[in-house]
């Protein structure tokens, strides 16, 4: 194996894709425990807030600063991790916001993107490196040199 790259290859896609995969499953595990417990209201979008991108050419992103009250009476002001552009939310718009009542600073947004991005993300990659695996499994693992003849 070790002057084998196809037999190299194989073992670091399918362990990089492996890894993808178990991270998107805690991913996913995580935020489905996290919307069984939690509790659910409505916010309103305050205000875009203005992600600065690390390209000199890119404009940045915009994601939505969201305020909604809790049931102690909390106002509590979020800003979900994710950005977009062009900006997803539009300031004044309603959304629904899933928030822990033990800790309403823990709160998402109902969304695709904001609740299953992340697994969805990193799982479609760790699909891709094992589909990258499988296909070096069909690949002899040490081809013969071709021989040039001399002309």
């Known amino acids: 194996m070790k002057n084998n790259p196809v037999a190299i290859l194989r073992l670091v896609f399918g362990a990089v894709g492996l890894v993808l995969c178990a991270v998107a499953w805690l991913l996913h595990h995580n935020t489905a425990t996290f919307i069984a417990s939690a509790s659910r209201t409505q916010g309103e979008v305050m205000r875009l807030l203005h992600v600065e991108s690390s390209k000199r050419n890119e404009s940045g992103t915009w994601k939505p600063l969201v305020r909604f009250k809790a049931p102690s009476g909390e106002i509590i002001e979020f ?68 021989r040039r003849r001399p002309r």
Not at 89 to 110: K, S
């Open 79 to 146: 800003a979900p991790s994710s950005s977009s552009s062009p900006p997803a939310y539009e300031v004044g718009e309603t959304v629904d916001v899933f928030f822990d009542p033990n800790d309403p600073q823990d709160a998402m947004l109902d969304g695709f993107f904001s609740l299953w991005g992340g697994a969805a993300i990193t799982g479609g990659l760790g699909l891709v490196f094992l589909l990258v695996t499988a296909g070096l499994l069909f690949m002899p693992a040490s081809a013969p040199a071709k």
